[in-house]
Nanobody
Framework: QVQLVESGGGLVQPGGSLRLSCAAS????????MGWYRQAPGKERELVAT???????NYADSVKGRFTISRDNAKNTVYLQMNSLKPEDTAVYYC???????????????WGQGTQVTVSS
């Protein structure tokens, strides 16, 4: 099995910064891609940013120029540096990983438990 453990959420004032981390552990044969999604109250979960093992990156238009995704392949860890935060960034942020395990040898998606990010003065 695979576990994703997130950290780094919290309360920050508008214009501030936060850094989220997500570490994947378990029977990982190949970590294809990792990313971050978010879900605000009353809204559907949406993509924030993704990054493949080769470093190909995709951002939602709403976070381009403010958020930076990166990963440490050796540690199976993905980071999300969030700068110039706005109140509309308030949401629960979820880590996602597309992983092939030694037990199944098929790719499937895994989710973290979520971490709250609140941007408010």
């Amino acid at each position: 099995q695979v576990q994703l453990v997130e950290s780094g959420g919290g309360l920050v004032q508008p214009g501030g910064s936060l850094r989220l981390s997500c570490a994947a552990s378990g029977s990982i044969a190949s970590n294809i891609a990792m990313g971050w999604y978010r879900q605000a109250p009353g809204k559907e979960r949406e993509l924030v940013a993704t990054i493949t093992g080769e470093g190909n990156i995709n951002y939602a238009d709403s976070v381009k120029g403010r958020f930076t995704i990166s990963r440490d392949n050796a540690k199976n860890t993905v980071y999300l540096q969030m700068n110039s935060l706005k109140p509309e960034d308030t949401a629960v942020y979820y880590c996602n990983a597309q992983i092939i395990t030694y037990s199944s040898w098929t790719m499937r998606g895994y989710w973290g438990q979520g971490t709250q990010v609140t941007v408010s003065s």
